[in-house]
């Protein structure tokens, strides 16, 4: 099976030719004549060097973005994009880290919409941190926040670059380590008319625009994004450039901006250190497991960082109550200056020269030590001195509750009274409905409004109206869901009645062996290794009913529709893979259908296609951009709650909510690390089975080649786990998709243990030369164990089971063997399901003759008195596509049972000739046979006997006639 590759599996776009000359841009102004003279100078001095070392080739500052990023300009732990003017032309820029390789492909691959790259600044980038500045009012406030850190233009000591309009230039900075985890929640700060920063994400758009600075002076980090040297300027054509490279590294963020963006934390945020909130799936586990905590440890987090009156109480006393360690009284308290003033003095974990080391901001309470290189809020800051381990998470819940209880009571709040009382007020509700009023509502929501804004307002709303404040529009949906689940039967009970297992269709095989249906697949890894084209691959192969190689052995894939749901990239983006594909819906593959802009809470528009379409497969490209509606993050439980149903509803045709049965694949992104895919562990129970795609080891390479991959099955409910797949491109850019697991294995977790007997039972049937009746295959799986030193033999009923197993699969065929001369049904003759083989077979008898068909019958007693019997060494002849016993009209094929050939068929084309070249119609019927061309015909062991002599039939009869003494053909009726 092969299929054309796509531009973002092409790791080698690191190392193309740089393309095209770069343009040179002219300065604008004069205040820019200073900056210009600095970078003739550094042009014409020593070559500059890169952030580790690698000398820039000459006249790089002139290159155009891609080609910088190419040549190793921009530090290669920043995180890049293409851009079109500002604008990202990805989806999930701001969500998903990529690759440089593969945003350089992104570029590349789109020449005529890209004007050059972006970096997405904060974690994604390492903490960098840029400050944007829109001109010299700008600039101005820029001089007075900053002090004596203030940089002029021209003269910057990090790295700097503009976009030659005049007084506009970035400054890009990076934050320490230790810091990350407290700005976790800072996007964007601008500064404001009457001084101080803004949260651009907290306050209204509106609101934002006539507060601050014409001219923008503004602080982006996480979820922002800033065009690099070398793009376009949409407006003026002209490209962005350095005005100071540094090194390529941006220097450290100096003291005023740490102190800015720290007075923007936000205590108890959902960060990745102790201060994050507990997610639901966390809630849930502590609330069911112990409920130790006389309310859920969520409440308690929330109370004390969002209640203003907690607050407002608190701040002044942190000294009093919080930052009160005895190591504190060996120093003096020191107020720092500038607006955001933060109090400083020395470590309780170590001995501070300066006495400054320590600091916490006076206005929120988030706290970091510098030399320590620790930091955390006012609950992380009391549980690491209670535990005595600076290095210590988040605290426990019953830890807990018992250091916001203390606090609490000191503050002049009653615990857990005070908690309890907010939550009596806020779940005061304005509509009495019962649980089961509440959910018919809901469902009536769901299935008016399927525009999905409309459908999340309008449930929020009814869960306002009638008192359940803690539900989301997630939630809400899988109770739906569950509610669902429980109608199904009458009487409204769980238990499936007695007859359930008649209603129930059986699975079916869409790649034998390998992709069934109704089934789900999780298929992950990082960016940029080739998910989509690897599916799309395997999508081709259903959609064409391709060959594959399953276990070593050809099979057959079930030709069918395919559905894909895209939701990652542009139209324009999958377009250019199909076709690189040579898929073209429109033309010559009418069975690939295109979904876009579906969403996972939609599942009545996601039946209604399905309906329609009919498709054995649908891939989802991908799951988090169908589930990126805000309401249920990738960590929480309800994330999963859609895939559950999903599964419930997949082939249950009889269910109202049901939808004919499908394989659907999830193409899904892993974590950071690279280690598992993202996301709450309940989605690994939601599908059938997890695939891992990897790029391949050094060793892997050398005996595959380098432009392959390696899909690992993890987790699996049809017994594949730990096989592997490989994923391959060639050089004339086509996709092969094999299976690396042996037709035998060995059992065990490094697959060095017994022979798996299911797997022996494969190999029996694939040594066999013609097909096996059960107790034959037992015998031969018996011979086969005992030869590897084994003496446990499987019963007949275990036979029988692996049999069925394989038959279910679609590895093996089961036939009847007709004629069989005993009562009752007649014994099941098993073969491989190989691919190639044609239609249906029915194996007949020779012995008996009553058991021939017409056809058969017909033939052998014609011109020759019953004097000619045809046989092969075990006496059998197959039949296949066998039409009516009362059909005389309808050709019958000869199959030959001892060659891989197929069906032998002579077709009455050409007249055979002897070596002489002469005719041989009435010559002796076994001299050897040759082709016209004169090469002989090779034999084969099926012949006809005629008193007493053999006449070969060729294996490869394309070109050669049999005549009888008649002159006519005898055979053309099995052709």
Not at 32 to 59: C, F, I, M, R, Y
Not at 318 to 329: A, I, R, T, Y
Not at 464 to 474: I, L, N, Q, T, V
Not at 878 to 898: A, F, G, R
């Amino acid at each position: 099976m092969q299929t054309t590759a796509t531009a973002n599996d092409i790791d080698a776009a690191a190392s193309t030719p740089l393309i095209g000359a770069a343009e040179e841009d002219v300065a604008t102004s004069q205040e820019n004549s200073t900056a210009n003279a600095a970078h003739e100078t550094q042009d014409a001095a020593a070559p500059e060097t890169n952030a580790e070392g690698k000398v820039l080739p000459e006249g790089w500052r002139k290159l155009r973005a891609v080609q910088m990023a190419q040549q190793g300009v921009f530090p290669k732990e920043w995180n890049l994009l293409g851009v079109k003017g500002k604008d990202a032309f990805k989806k999930k820029w701001n969500s998903e880290p990529k690759r440089q390789v593969d945003a350089i492909c992104d570029v590349l691959t789109n020449p005529g919409y890209a004007t050059g790259m972006g970096v997405v600044t904060g974690s994604f980038s390492g903490g960098l941190v840029a400050i944007d500045l829109d001109g010299w009012i700008a600039d101005e406030a820029y001089k007075k926040t900053a002090g004596e850190a203030y940089e002029p233009y021209g003269e910057e000591k990090t790295m700097a670059w503009t976009s030659g309009r005049e007084g506009r230039r970035q400054l890009l900075y990076r934050v320490p380590e230790y810091l990350l985890p407290l700005f976790a929640e800072i996007k964007s700060l601008a500064f404001a008319k009457r001084g101080g920063f803004l949260d651009e994400g907290y306050f209204n758009p509106a609101f934002i625009k006539d507060t601050k600075l014409d001219e923008e002076f503004v602080i982006r980090y996480n979820s922002c994004m800033s065009v690099l040297p070398g793009s376009i300027h949409p407006d003026t054509k002209k490209r962005y450039r350095f005005l100071n490279y540094n090194g390529g590294l941006p220097a450290e963020a100096p003291q005023w901006l740490i102190d800015v963006m720290k007075s923007k934390a936000t205590s108890g945020s959902k960060v990745t250190s102790g201060s994050k909130f507990l997610d639901e799936d966390d809630l849930k586990d502590i609330q069911h497991e112990t409920a130790k905590t006389k309310v859920p440890p969520k409440q308690i987090r929330g109370w004390f960082f969002k209640n203003e009156d907690v607050r407002r109480a608190l701040m002044p006393r942190l000294q009093e109550l919080v930052f009160n360690h005895p190591e504190f009284d060996n120093y003096t308290w020191v107020e720092g200056s500038g607006e955001n003033p933060q109090m400083q003095n020395g470590c309780p974990w170590h001995k501070s020269s300066s006495g400054t080391a320590f600091q916490y901001a006076k206005n929120v309470g988030v706290w970091d030590c510098k030399a320590c290189k620790v930091s955390g809020d006012e609950l992380d800051f009391i549980h690491k001195i209670r535990t005595g381990d600076m290095y210590a998470g988040r605290p426990d819940p019953e830890s807990l509750e018992t250091y916001v209880s203390e606090i609490a009571e000191k503050l002049g709040f009653k615990y857990p009274e005070a908690l309890r009382e907010t939550q009596k007020a806020m779940e005061a509700p304005r509509e009495e409905v019962s649980s089961r009023e509440f959910l018919e509502r809901c469902r009536r929501i769901i299935k008016d409004f399927t525009n999905p804004a409309e459908q999340s307002i309008e449930l929020l709303d009814l869960a306002e109206r009638c008192g359940r404040f803690k539900y989301k529009a997630s939630d809400i949906r899988a109770l739906v869901a569950r509610d669902n689940e429980f109608q199904r039967n009458k009487d409204n009970t769980l238990l499936r009645p007695k007859n359930w297992q008649t209603k129930v269709a059986e699975e079916e095989y869409i790649i034998p062996g390998f992709l069934r249906k109704p089934s789900q697949i999780l298929i992950h890894s990082r960016g940029g290794v080739g998910k989509t084209e690897s599916v799309m691959a395997l999508a081709k192969a259903i959609g064409r009913g391709e060959v594959m190689k399953i276990r070593g052995i050809p099979v057959q894939c079930q030709k069918g529709n395919v559905l894909w749901i895209s939701g990652d990239q542009s139209e324009i983006r999958l377009n250019a893979q199909l076709m690189r594909m040579g898929i073209e819906s429109h033309s010559t593959d009418p069975w690939f259908h295109l979904v876009s802009d579906w969403r996972i809470d939609l599942p009545d528009e996601f039946n209604k296609i399905v309906k329609a379409v009919q498709p054995s497969l649908i891939v989802v490209d991908s799951l988090g951009s169908v589930s990126d509606l805000g309401d249920a993050g990738e960590n929480e439980g309800a994330y999963a709650a859609p895939l559950y149903d999903i599964s419930r509803r997949n082939g249950a045709v009889d269910m109202e909510d049901g939808f004919p049965a499908a394989a659907i694949i999830w193409i899904h992104h892993n974590k950071k690390d690279g280690s598992d895919f993202r996301g709450t562990d309940r989605l690994l129970n939601a599908v059938e089975e997890t695939w891992g795609l990897r790029e391949l080891t050094e060793e892997e390479e050398a005996e595959h080649g380098v432009n392959s991959r390696i899909l690992t099955i993890g987790k699996s409910r049809f017994d594949r786990s730990g096989d592997r797949l490989l994923v391959t491109r060639d050089h004339n850019l086509n996709y092969e998709i094999k299976d690396l697991t042996p037709t035998l294995h060995r059992m065990g977790v490094n697959r060095n243990g017994d022979l798996d007997p299911a797997g022996v039972v494969l190999e029996v049937l694939r040594a066999a030369e013609q097909p096996l009746k059960e107790e034959e295959v037992r015998e031969k799986v018996k011979e086969y164990i005992q030869a590897e030193g084994h003496d446990k033999i499987p019963k007949r009923t275990a036979i029988r089971k692996y049999l069925h197993g394989w038959i279910v699969n679609g590895m093996v065929r089961v036939e009847q063997v007709q004629g069989s001369g005993g009562r009752g049904q007649p014994p099941k003759a098993y073969s491989l399901a190989c691919a190639g083989g044609g239609g249906d077979r029915v194996f007949i008898d020779l012995d008996n003759q009553d058991s021939w068909p017409p056809q058969v019958l017909a033939f052998l007693t014609r011109g020759y008195e019953n004097r000619v019997s045809i046989r092969n060494p075990e006496g059998r002849v197959s039949i296949t596509t066998l039409p009516p016993e009362d059909d005389l009209n309808t050709d019958v094929k000869l199959h030959d049972l001892n060659t891989d050939a197929g069906c032998v068929s002579i077709p009455a084309s050409v007249t055979a000739m002897d070596p002489e070249g002469e005719p041989i119609s009435d010559a002796d019927p076994s001299a050897p046979r040759v082709r016209e061309s004169g090469v002989p015909v090779p034999e084969v062991k099926t012949w006809v006997e005629r008193d007493g002599e053999e006449t070969i039939i060729p294996a490869s009869p394309e070109d050669v006639r049999l005549t009888d003494e008649t002159g006519e053909d005898p055979w053309a009726r099995f052709d």
